[in-house]
């Protein structure tokens, strides 16, 4: 599974293989979107190759790393 994130260092975005991560930290963002409501989340994804990416992701990115966490599937 890949999760969509936004690389603050870079400026971009990018796709993160779930099975690569080594470690995750996530925390509510104090970004809020624009002219709809939306949430976002800071991100500290560490991969097992080494890259450490401080990025943002949105709502639909982290509920869904909740529903894998839920089934107790592997991340």
């Known amino acids: ?12 975005s990018q796709l993160i293989d779930l099975s690569q991560m080594d470690c995750l930290q996530v925390s509510q963002s104090e970004h809020r ?3 709809v409501s939306e949430s976002f ?13 401080d990025a ?7 509920d869904k790393l909740l529903e894998l966490i839920e ?4 991340i």
């Open 33 to 35: 979107g624009g002219m």
């Open 41 to 53: 989340y800071d991100v500290f994804i560490s991969l097992k190759s080494g890259f450490i990416f």
């Open 71 to 74: 089934c107790d599937q592997k």
């Open 1 to 12: 599974m890949r999760l969509s994130i936004f690389c603050r260092k870079r400026g971009c």
């Open 56 to 62: 943002t992701i949105e709502d639909k990115q982290h």
